[in-house]
């Protein structure tokens, strides 16, 4: 799990395999603080936090040590005042990492481009969000034969395969990736394998 002001926490599938119908405690939260992801893992991975003006941290797995459920967690990167993560993901070698910023500008940048740091530090850039591009709004691990959905916020959505995705270094500014309108932003984005059908809901 990861929380929007840094904090990880690492928990056994084994403490919630009891659940009540108005649900368990899963972590301590701090005040003002939330959940904003929690990920599945086989607990020999790398954990990537992304935040809004575009920090990123890429740390070993190990470096969070089980806990019970009501543990509050440990802090994987340090963010900056007005800042947040956005995403997280799990990870393991030979993936690249997609990021989106609200306005429409993303990149997809090889995985050995974030060198392995210890967790709790402040990450380094991942993309620049001055400017056109405005914040960070997802960041997802992607192989090129994925394909990426990108919903904005006015029920926009395109589908864009991953290996026609321009490859770039990190602290870069990416390219367009959809074309918005002025009072549009993206609001959310998704890993689909190639393979898999997009089904319209009814």
Do not use: C, W
Not at 37 to 50: F, P, Y
Not at 63 to 72: E, I, Q, S
Not at 148 to 160: A, C, F, N, Q
């Amino acid at each position: 799990m990861s929380t929007k002001r840094g904090t990880v926490k690492k928990t056994e599938l084994s403490a919630f395999s009891h659940p009540r119908s108005g649900g368990i405690l899963a972590i301590s939260l701090d005040a003002g603080d939330e959940v904003m992801a929690a990920r599945r893992t086989d607990g020999q991975r790398e954990v990537l936090l992304s935040t809004k003006q575009g920090m990123i941290i890429r740390f070993p797995e190990e470096d969070v040590r089980p806990m019970g459920r009501t543990a509050g967690g440990v802090r994987g990167i340090e963010v900056d005042d007005g800042d947040q993560v956005i995403a997280a993901e799990v990870v393991q070698e030979g993936v690249s990492v997609f990021t989106i910023t609200e306005r429409g500008y993303g990149k997809r940048t090889p995985l050995e481009e974030y060198r392995l740091q210890g967790r709790a530090g402040k990450g380094i850039i991942d993309i620049k969000t001055e400017g056109r591009n405005g914040s960070v709004v997802g960041m997802l691990e992607i192989r090129e034969t994925d394909d990426i959905l990108v919903v904005t916020t006015k029920g926009k959505m395109i589908r864009i395969h991953g290996g026609d995705i321009t490859s770039q270094g990190r602290n870069t500014m990416g390219v367009r990736v959809i074309d918005l309108d002025a009072d549009d932003r993206v609001g959310s984005i998704a890993r689909v394998e190639a393979e898999q059908a997009v089904t319209p809901s009814s």
